[in-house]
C-alpha cells in the first residue's frame, strides 16, 4: 500500500535552532515528490518538488533533500515566520498522496 | 491575478443532504483537482478534471462527483452527506495536468450536523 509519513509531528525551536523534518515514502512509482508550507485557514503553498534520488533544491532558510526512501526538509536559523504546517506529498504514477505533515512553531 | 478562488467559505449542512462547492482556477490553467482535508490530517486527493472530464480519481464513493465547465471553473458535489464528510475541501489548479507547481485555494470548510 502506499503510504507517505512525516516526523515529527510537532516541532518546536527557539528562533535560529536549525532543525530538520522528516517525509518517508513507500510507494510505486514514484514520479516526483513534493514539500508544500500551510498556514492556519489556508491552503498549502507549494515550497519545492524533487524527482530523483540526491536531488537538492533551496529556498531562503530551506532546504529539501531526496533518497530513495525519504525526504528531508532542513530549516537553517529558522525565524518565528516559519512557523506553519509543512506537508510533504508525492505523486505515484496517477495519484497523489499527502502525509500528515509537520506542525513547526518557532519561538521568538 | 486573483490565484484560486473558491465559495463558499463556510457551510453547514445536516446529515443526508447535498452540497456544492465551486473553485475558479488562476488564470491560464485549466487543470482542477479538489482535496478533503480533515482536522489535523493532510489533505487527501479526490479526483481531477481537465478538458471538462475526470481524469484521475482517488479512494472516494460515488457519493463525491464533480463537473468542470468550459472556462476550466469546477464543482465538487457531495451527495447524502456523512458526518465524517466534515473537512476542509481544497481546490488546487495547475496547467496540462501536471501536479507541479499545483495552486492551492483557500478552502470550503464543510460542517455536518
Known amino acids: 500500500e502506499d503510504q507517505v509519513t512525516q516526523s515529527p509531528e510537532a516541532l518546536r525551536l527557539q528562533e535560529g535552532e536549525s532543525s530538520s523534518l522528516n517525509c518517508s515514502y513507500t510507494?510505486?512509482?514514484?514520479?516526483?515528490l513534493f514539500w508544500y508550507r500551510q498556514d492556519p485557514g489556508k491552503g498549502p503553498e507549494f515550497l519545492f518538488t524533487?524527482?530523483?534520488a540526491g536531488e537538492e533544491k533551496e529556498k531562503e532558510r530551506l532546504k529539501a533533500t531526496l533518497t530513495k526512501k525519504e525526504s528531508f526538509l532542513h530549516i537553517t536559523a529558522p525565524k518565528p515566520e516559519d512557523s506553519a504546517t509543512y506537508l510533504c506529498a508525492v505523486q505515484a504514477g496517477n495519484q497523489f498522496y499527502f502525509g500528515t505533515g509537520t506542525s513547526l512553531t518557532v519561538i521568538p | 491575478d486573483a490565484g484560486v478562488t473558491q465559495s463558499p467559505t463556510h457551510l453547514i449542512k445536516t446529515r443526508g443532504q447535498q452540497v456544492t462547492l465551486r473553485c475558479s482556477p488562476k488564470s491560464g490553467h485549466d487543470t482542477v483537482s479538489w482535496y478533503q482535508q480533515a482536522l489535523g490530517q493532510g489533505p487527501q486527493f479526490i479526483f481531477q478534471y481537465y478538458e471538462e472530464e475526470e481524469r484521475q480519481r482517488g479512494n472516494f464513493p460515488d457519493r463525491f462527483s464533480g463537473h468542470q465547465f468550459p472556462n476550466y471553473s469546477s464543482e465538487l458535489n457531495v451527495n447524502a452527506l456523512l458526518l465524517g464528510d466534515s473537512a476542509l475541501y481544497l481546490c488546487?489548479?495547475?496547467?496540462?495536468?501536471?501536479?507541479?507547481?499545483?495552486?492551492f485555494g483557500p478552502g470550503t470548510r464543510l460542517l455536518v450536523l
Open positions: 488546487a489548479s495547475s496547467l496540462g495536468l501536471a501536479w507541479e507547481t499545483q495552486y
Open positions: 524533487l524527482y530523483s
Open positions: 510507494v510505486s512509482g514514484l514520479r516526483g
